[in-house]
């Protein structure tokens, strides 16, 4: 077995390549430059991540976001391999410690954005420790004419001019259009780059389009048959957001939200949620996604319509990246158009960009805007129209998209008579309480309250600061010393999601005029009890439990581990792993170590646990 496979089995657990993974490496190894067009789920991170193993020296991966960073070093730092990023959520101690890391050639891979590349401190480092590799990840994003451009991109070229040796150069992007691709190679200066393009196809997603009489009915029969399973509902607009996420929420969905709109506590921990799986529905705007590495999102629909081909499919991408069958659903409406019409003109009002150049682009967008509108009243094969947009051409029908092959009814299951059923808990009571608690405190205080004061004031605690402004004189002081500090952040951010209360920046809580109707109205508030930090607290009855057997077996330990651990379940193992091991049901270690997505290191790391769960389930 060569090097590269080697390490593909011991860090990633996989045996073989697939599609032009390995000429692709191969030619970074030789010393060229590739461009990559690789669909999401594709495995491109494998790319640049198996030469930054063999390769001596330093590789540096260039990525547009935050969350991107942040998952990819910890699945590969959870594989064994030493990883780092550098951006702004850490503090300048911890960048320090980057810095001095690297320096001490303590890691093989570095992700930063491309807006840290020029900075001062930066370029000291990267002219003295020896750059191998430099992989540019969402390539699309340097060329003006793809979606998504980001101006900070155009700093790479000037990066690479910098240093003291030029590195290998690697760009990958999973949508582009041959003119973006042309554009990538330009912007970015590849020297005769080896350019591969696999095919944009993602066969385990089906593509369907719905016109509905009522898209709210035709979303909670599509969400009640799917309960079980993870997904994304994109809205144009903060406000649909809001709304939708409400509605959801009120009939007992493990519903979050993220809009730029929110403050950013709130959209961090609203992610956290999601990814973690303590919430199965995210209600969002095209800002939540990119670089989202959650593998198990298994549906998404989209609620109104996207204003581009790009990033319709770019966004519907993020179902199913662990490769297993899931959905992509398309509501569309007449008015759509006219929100995305609208979207567009506002986007250009106040562009600095010259008249011709901005009249251009506008131009452009309203082109990309009817051939979204084109797709979606197509009668012909969806995947066809999709993948010929972005220039694969002459592909039979799929047989695999809602005009292909349309859905049978689907009927969804009856609503629950009572709130205690179904994974739902009626926790008007508490939220009374904790309502009741922010009134009181602010009237005492003569300001807003924060979530941290108003939980201390709830449990009773002895807070010298609580003493000093009397708050242990209120009659809600104490009142709820039996829920823990989470269980009771978790009532709070649900009457947040709810509306009846406004949570500003530094958490600063207040009441809204509709908390009145849940102190002094008899309206009541039922929660989900799925994967909630409730549902420890309350008695689920009639709860249906989504998985049984064996792979039911093999995900509660996965999220034990999980949460032991403090990292997205999908980073001990993704789905598809636990239904091939459920499948194999290895019985020691070196057939454990047979099972897909399962390396040397977390073979070591996991696999005493899962056998053992394995031998339980024979007996």
């Known amino acids: 077995m060569d090097e590269k496979r080697k390490i593909l089995s011991r860090y990633f657990g996989y045996t073989e390549f697939r599609g032009a993974q390995e000429e692709l490496i191969d030619a970074v190894l030789a010393g060229q430059d590739v461009l990559g067009i690789m669909p999401t789920g594709g495995g491109k991170s494998l790319c640049y991540q198996i030469p930054a193993l063999m390769l001596p020296g330093l590789t540096l991966v260039i990525s547009p976001l935050i969350s991107l960073m942040q998952d990819q070093v910890l699945a590969l730092k959870t594989a064994g391999i030493p990883a780092a990023y550098l951006n702004s959520t850490l503090s300048l101690e911890q960048q320090s410690l980057v810095f001095r890391n690297l320096r001490q050639g303590r890691y093989k891979i570095l992700y930063a954005a491309p807006e840290r590349l020029l900075g001062e401190g930066f370029l000291a480092m990267a002219r003295e420790v020896p750059i191998s590799l430099v992989a540019v990840d969402e390539a699309h994003c340097i060329s003006q004419w793809g979606q998504d451009f980001r101006p900070s991109y155009l700093k790479i070229p000037e990066f690479l001019q910098s240093l003291p040796q030029r590195p290998v150069v690697c760009a990958y992007t999973a949508t582009a259009t041959p003119a973006v691709r042309r554009d990538i190679q330009k912007c970015l200066g590849l020297q005769n780059p080896l350019v591969k393009v696999t095919g944009f196809d993602r066969p385990n997603l089906r593509f369907e389009v719905r016109t509905p009489e009522s898209k709210r009915g035709t979303l909670l029969t599509l969400l009640a048959l799917r309960k079980d399973k993870s997904g994304i509902v994109y809205c144009s607009t903060r406000k649909e957001v809001d709304q939708v996420c409400s509605f959801l929420l009120d009939r007992g969905f493990a519903a979050a939200r993220y809009h730029a709109g929110l403050p950013d506590e709130v959209r961090r921990q609203n992610q956290e949620d999601f990814l973690y799986d303590r919430k199965t529905v995210m209600v969002a705007t095209n800002a939540f996604g990119m670089g989202i590495d959650k593998s198990n999102v298994s549906y998404v629909i989209h609620y109104n319509m996207p204003q581009s081909m790009e990033s319709y499919y770019q966004e519907a991408g993020r179902a199913g990246r662990d490769g297993e069958p899931a959905e992509c659903i398309l509501l569309f409406g007449k008015r759509d158009i006219i929100t995305a019409k609208f979207l567009i003109e506002k986007s250009y009002e106040e562009s600095e960009l010259p008249d011709e150049e901005r009249e251009a682009l506008k131009q452009r967008d309203m082109k990309r805007l009817w051939d979204m509108v084109d797709y979606c009243q197509t009668p012909g094969c969806l995947r066809q129209y999709i993948l010929g947009y972005f220039g694969q051409y002459n592909t039979p029908k799929c047989g695999n998209c809602g005009n292909c092959a349309p859905p049978k009814k689907e009927t969804p299951p009856p609503e629950p008579e009572e709130p205690d059923v179904l994974g739902t808990k009626d926790i008007t009571k508490e939220a009374q309480m904790v309502l009741s608690c922010i009134k009181r405190i602010n009237t005492a205080l003569g300001h807003s309250s924060t979530i941290t004061m108003t939980v201390l004031v709830l449990r009773g605690s002895k807070d010298k600061r609580l003493r000093e402004n009397g708050l242990d004189k209120l009659s809600t002081y104490g009142l709820m010393n039996a829920y823990s500090r989470e269980e009771l952040r978790e009532i709070i951010d649900q009457l947040v999601q709810r509306g009846y209360l406004n949570c500003g920046s530094s958490e600063i809580l207040e009441t809204t005029a ?106």
Do not use: C, W
């Not at 709860?543 to 651990?565: F, I, M, P, Q």
């Not at 091991?581 to 290191?601: C, D, H, I, L, Y």
């Open 514 to 619: 509709a908390a009145g109707n849940v102190l002094f109205r008899g309206e009541r508030v039922i929660v989900t009890m799925e994967q909630s930090a409730l549902a420890r607290r309350f008695p689920q009855s009639g709860t249906v439990t989504a998985d049984s057997g064996l792979l039911a077996a093999l995900k509660a330990l996965r999220l034990k581990l999980a949460e032991k651990e403090k990292v997205p379940a999908f980073v001990i193992f993704s789905n598809a792993t636990l239904e091939d091991m459920a499948k194999k049901q290895p019985k020691n270690m070196a057939e454990f170590r047979t099972v897909s997505g399962v390396g040397a290191v977390k073979g070591q790391r996991y696999g005493d646990l899962f056998l053992k769960e394995l031998e339980r389930h024979r007996k």
